[in-house]
């Protein structure tokens, strides 16, 4: 499975901007388990953004409920991130992940988010 991620930039708080993750490949259509957004910021671990499991059903971070919402276009295999009223906490580098259900993850490559106060 080969993930592209894409849509980071530069923003104001308060703004908003939309992730994209394309998934690829001969596996990237079954046995998938769950997408989700992971972030890193500068000198911090990764940590869980929020994810939407192949029922549909989704989970958030607390940090950032409320403000982001994650949807899937099936037909396109792709997974979004939509992220309104940005906070400057919110600049990290946001990496798009597949779980299967054989426990195995792919990660893609990252896409730099920066909030500007």
């Known amino acids: 499975v080969q993930l592209q991620a894409s849509g980071g930039g530069l923003v104001q708080a308060g703004g908003s901007l939309r992730l994209s993750c394309a998934a690829s490949?001969?596996?990237?259509?079954?046995?998938?388990?769950?997408r989700a957004w992971f972030r890193q910021a500068p000198g911090k671990e990764r940590e869980f953004v929020a994810r939407?499991?192949?029922?549909?059903?989704?989970n958030y971070a607390d940090s950032v409920k409320g403000r982001f919402t994650i949807s899937r276009d099936i037909r396109q295999n792709t997974v979004y991130l939509h992220m309104n009223n940005l906070k400057p906490e919110d600049t990290a580098i946001y990496y798009c992940?597949?779980?299967?259900?054989?426990?195995?993850?792919?990660w893609g490559q990252g896409t730099q988010v920066t909030v500007s106060s």
């Open positions: 992940n597949v779980h299967t259900v054989w426990s195995v993850e792919y």
């Open positions: 490949g001969s596996r990237s259509r079954s046995g998938i388990n769950s």
């Open positions: 939407i499991i192949s029922n549909g059903s989704t």
